[in-house]
């Protein structure tokens, strides 16, 4: 009997030493994971000064085209208007000249 439990209890003690080893992997495991996501975390928070300097160059870049898109149509409006004015003129010298 005791011959039977030694035997036993022998054959159990190494087997012990796997389900340790099993959790260290896995706790490694989640270790390493966790410093994936860390990572990423880091990567993401980085980007965001990027997308912030990107979006404002871009709206410098809207309104500065808008400013001069609207200069260029004023531009055109006192052109006609002068142009108007011209041929009118013109035409009143004409009558004045007959």
């Given at each position: 009997?005791?011959?039977?439990?030694?035997?036993?209890?022998?054959?159990?003690?190494?087997?012990?030493?796997?389900?340790?080893?099993?959790?260290?992997?896995?706790?490694?495991?989640?270790?390493?994971?966790?410093?994936?996501i860390e990572a990423e975390l880091l990567r993401r928070n980085d980007l965001i000064p990027n997308?912030?300097?990107?979006?404002?160059?871009?709206?410098r870049f809207e309104e500065e085209t808008f400013t001069r898109v609207a200069e260029a149509r004023?531009?055109?409006?006192?052109?006609?208007?002068?142009?108007?004015?011209?041929?009118?003129?013109?035409?009143?010298?004409?009558?004045?000249?007959?």
């Open positions: 009997m005791k011959r039977t439990t030694m035997l036993l209890f022998a054959l159990a003690l190494p087997l012990s030493g796997c389900g340790y080893n099993r959790i260290q992997e896995l706790d490694e495991n989640v270790a390493a994971r966790r410093a994936d997308l912030v300097a990107t979006v404002e160059e871009a709206a004023s531009g055109l409006t006192r052109s006609r208007e002068q142009l108007a004015q011209a041929v009118q003129g013109g035409a009143e010298t004409d009558q004045l000249s007959r």
